[in-house]
């Protein structure tokens, strides 16, 4: 075979293997709720923060609707974790989604009617943060269940594009659905978090956790000295938490940028969403084909500094397509790195802990709406553009400094998935 002939066969076997795990039927079901999940969490996205500045006109205030969907997160998280990894699993994704469907036909009502207001935005995001935290662990807990081994880091990564493919789709619904009918997008968010519960409704019942037994607490606690105890498990906690605060809370801030800066309208916001979830998309797949790659670690890395340096360049740009390119490569290379960083994480984690640390892992995006706080009053005072800049400048040193301060165990190690047996070494806190 020729040169580029291998590099054909090799490029499209690789294209093959970046969406392998899912010929396994039930990790399709569950592939499959979890679109419809996130799909209905990306048209959220944009409704809920359009929404709270159109009502308020104050970044601060948008801040604070955010900040009261995460502050429920942010207490429960290890609490669902601990429930992931003891309940019926299938009965806890049901629950949750259903709870979700339940909150976002009130707010539809509310905007339907005309009476929604900046206090019933933070009410509801209070309930909607008390089921949202158990959906991630969760899910992430059953993919060990329903696949091979040696597929997981690829179930893990293709779980990330199947939420970037939403990223793509959602934002630009949202936005039409907002110039049409602000109330029509809060409607669509209810139908779709309704198919997921519906659709997760029908995996099998049973996949009951086996890694918590003990006092809530003591296994809430386990779960956080599991982490301590592991220096390159460490690391990558802490590197998905930091980038994720400083950076990540651009999102939300995209209506201040499409009303104050760019001067576009709702569609083109719908737009600048879609522009992110294009990279991500691309991001994701290139993530999936590298599951077996021996470099993970240091991609990650590379990837995270790129990214700092793209949001610092659009937190300047006033062109509105230079931004949407610019929002395409921040998509990109975000996603790399936060799906790279969780796919270590999950290969780092054993199977009678996945419930537990994926849990802790995701109190990273329950924390990211309460940043949003300080973020929005930032803006009130410098300006979006000053502090996204700002934030960019942040993510890149120091996802390089904690690469360097831990590059004896992380970068120089190599990772290793310990998945599939019992829990070794785990501190006992009692």
């Given amino acids: 075979m020729t040169f580029l002939g291998r590099v054909i066969e090799g490029t499209r076997s690789g294209f093959i293997r970046s969406f392998e795990s899912l010929s396994v039927p ?50 429960l998280s290890p609490y669902s974790g601990v429930a992931a990894d003891r309940y019926d699993k299938r009965q806890l994704l049901v629950w949750s989604q259903s709870a979700v469907t339940a909150v976002a036909l009130v707010t539809a009502a509310l905007v339907h009617t005309g009476v929604i207001e900046v206090w019933h935005l933070v009410a509801l995001g209070l309930a909607q943060g008390v089921a949202t935290p158990f959906t991630m662990p969760t899910r992430t807990a059953l993919i060990p269940d329903l696949v091979p081994e040696r597929q997981i880091p690829n179930a893990l990564a293709l779980e990330s594009t199947g939420r970037n493919i939403n990223r793509v789709v959602a934002p630009a619904i949202s936005g039409v659905l907002l110039a049409i009918n602000p109330a029509w997008a809060f409607y669509a968010i209810a139908l779709v978090y309704g198919l997921a519960a519906l659709t997760l409704y029908r995996l099998p019942s049973g996949l009951r ?33 930091v980038p994720i605060l400083i950076g990540m809370p651009f999102q939300s801030l995209l209506p201040i940028f499409q009303q104050e800066v760019l001067r576009v309208n709702e569609r083109a916001l719908g737009f600048m969403f879609t522009s992110i979830g294009v990279g991500a998309i691309i991001g994701s797949i290139v993530v ?12 990650q890395i590379g990837c995270g500094v790129v990214f700092g340096f793209f949001l610092l360049a659009f937190a300047l740009s006033r062109d509105y397509w230079l931004s949407i390119v610019l929002l395409l490569l921040v998509g990109f ?30 109190m990273t995006w329950s924390v990211m709406p309460i940043a949003l706080l300080p973020y929005g009053a930032l803006v009130d005072v410098f300006g979006v553009s000053a502090t996204v800049a700002g934030g960019g ?14 590059s004896r ?4 190690n190599p990772i290793e ?4 047996g019992r829990v070794r070494n785990v501190p006992d806190i009692t």
């Avoid at 308020?56 to 604070?64: D, F, I, K, Q």
């Avoid at 590298?290 to 240091?298: F, N």
């Avoid at 998935?417 to 599939?420: G, V």
């Fill in 26 to 75: 039930r990790y399709r079901l569950l592939w499959l709720g979890m679109l419809f999940s996130i799909g209905a969490m990306q048209i959220e996205l944009v409704a809920i923060a359009w929404l709270a500045y159109h009502l308020s006109g104050s970044g601060l205030t948008l801040g604070l609707v955010m900040a009261a969907r995460g502050l429920p997160q942010l207490i």
């Fill in 209 to 241: 956790g086996e890694g918590a037994k003990g006092g809530v607490f003591r296994e809430m606690g386990s779960g956080f000295l599991y982490i301590w105890a592991r220096p390159s498990l460490f690391a990558l906690m802490t590197l998905a938490y």
């Fill in 288 to 299: 999936a084909a590298m599951a077996e790659s021996p470099h993970k670690a240091r991609v």
């Fill in 333 to 362: 290379f975000s996603t790399g790195y936060l799906t790279l960083n969780r796919m270590l994480v999950g290969m780092q984690t054993e199977r009678a802990m996945y419930g537990r640390v994926m849990a802790i892992y995701g």
């Fill in 393 to 406: 400048i942040l993510v890149s040193v120091f996802i390089a400094a904690v690469a360097l301060s831990f």
């Fill in 409 to 412: 165990y992380y970068l120089r």
């Fill in 417 to 420: 998935s310990t998945a599939p």
